[in-house]
Structure formats: C-alpha cells, structure tokens
C-alpha cells in the first residue's frame, strides 16, 4: 500500500542538480525516522539518506556532500536537493520510512548528456 507521492524526477545533464518531494497526508509519519532510498537497473535498493524526526540526518558514501535531505514535519514532506549529478546516479528514487515499512512508487531519475 503506497503511504508516500514523490515528485520531481526527470532528466538532468551531468553536474545538474533536481530536488525530490514525498508528500504524505498521514501525520503519524513526523515523527517517524524517514529515508530516500535508490534503485538502478540490475542493482538492489539502497538507503542513501535518512533523517529522523528532529532534523539529525545520514548519508551513504556516494552521495555525502552532494544530496541534502531535510523534512517539513508540519506540511508532512519530506525531500532530497541532488546537486552535482553524476550517470551512476541514474535510478528510481523512493520515499519510506526508514524502517522500510512504508514506501512511495518512486520517481525516475536520469543522468545523461
């Protein structure tokens, strides 16, 4: 059952930059731990940002630095600033609880010139 809608992917030359938004219209998720997680073709899904409740956040390697994740606890969103994009970021983004519980249909982003 879908809990999250993201928005905001699509195609972007390299070193560009796109901003997700997963909206819920649950407010039990403010104060749920919650992650953007990605998915390339023939790969597995990866957390690669988390941040809990409070604002205190989390990165994997290959994006610390260049993905910024951040919460509006009173609009129920949550969101993922990618900047300095690279192809081998290319994959479906997702929404979820960080727990994996809850997720979004996810949103396509592609990286190519």
């Given at each position: ?17 796109l ?14 731990p919650?992650?953007w ?77």
């Amino acid at each position: 059952q879908v809990q999250f809608v993201e928005s905001g992917g699509g195609l972007v030359q390299p070193g560009g930059s796109l901003r997700l938004s997963c909206a819920t219209s649950r407010t039990v998720f403010r104060v749920l731990p919650m992650a953007w997680y990605r998915q390339a073709p023939g790969e597995g899904r990866e957390m690669i940002a988390s941040i809990l409740s409070g604002g205190d956040t989390n990165y994997a390697d290959s994006v610390k630095g260049r993905f910024t994740i951040s919460r509006d606890n009173d609009k129920n969103m949550v969101f993922l600033q990618m900047d300095s994009l690279k192809p081998e970021d290319t994959a479906v983004y997702y929404c979820a609880t960080a727990n994996r519980v809850y997720w979004g249909q996810g949103t396509q982003v592609t990286v190519s010139s």
